[in-house]
């Protein structure tokens, strides 16, 4: 089992609120990603970390934004959240020099 | 044309069925290739990495074809427990770019 973890699970909340997903591992990877994915589709990359302070956008376009402070906590943030926002968002980790992520098990976000 | 693509199925097969899916990838620069499995509502998992030569866990069996550029994956005497949506994953080696398939939706029935 992969030690990567996501809180919280689930969340509601209401437009222009402002949120951040926590993601954290304790596997000491240095890659770290963030991905959406709508139910029957294609996980899409928004964020992705090859180490410390190292932060990069991904394909998706996303009004979201990333830290990397630490090498085990990846949190993801969204200033004002609007219903388009509505998503899963997983985490997942990679070790450099090694192509196998590990995912967490997802945050499932929905904006009213 | 997506990079990755696959069938999205469902393939309903009865226990103990030999079921295969296949992958298809645009980019011929493409160096690494899994398949991962999705329950629903879960995160993908691992389930194989798929190496040049072809490799085998247990029931699951996955082969590359770089020529035609697809990945396939074999499952024997299906389970009630494989039913889950299968996912092929392909990245160039080096890079940040993992793409992912839809998926393939696989039920086994009873």
């Known amino acids: 089992e992969a030690d990567i973890y996501q809180t919280p699970r689930y969340l509601v909340i209401g437009t222009g609120k402002k949120i951040t997903l926590e993601c954290s591992q304790t596997m000491g990877h240095d890659k770290m990603y963030w991905y959406q994915q709508d139910p029957g589709m294609e996980l899409h990359l928004i964020h992705y970390s090859y180490g410390v302070n190292s932060t990069e956008k991904g394909d998706l376009s996303s009004e979201s934004t990333v830290s990397r402070i630490r090498t085990e906590h990846f949190p993801l943030t969204l200033e004002s959240a609007r219903p388009s926002h509505t998503s899963q968002y997983l985490c997942?980790?990679?070790?450099?020099?090694?192509?196998?992520?590990?995912f967490g098990p997802g945050t499932r976000l929905t904006v009213l | 044309r997506k990079e990755v693509e696959q069938d999205p199925g469902p393939f309903n097969v009865p226990e103990g069925a030999t079921v295969a899916f296949n992958c298809t990838y645009s980019n011929s620069a493409s160096q690494s290739f899994f398949w991962y499995r999705q329950d629903c509502r879960k995160e993908p998992k691992l389930l194989m990495s798929?190496?040049?030569s072809g490799n085998e866990d247990g029931r699951f069996t996955a082969q590359l074809n770089r020529a035609s550029q697809y990945i396939s994956l074999l499952i024997r005497d299906s389970k009630l427990s494989d039913s889950a949506t299968y996912l092929c994953v392909v990245s160039s080696s080096g890079t940040y770019k993992y793409i992912f398939g839809t998926g393939t939706r696989l039920k086994v029935l009873a």
């Open positions: 997942a980790s990679s070790l450099q020099g090694t192509d196998t992520q590990y």
């Open positions: 798929v190496y040049s």
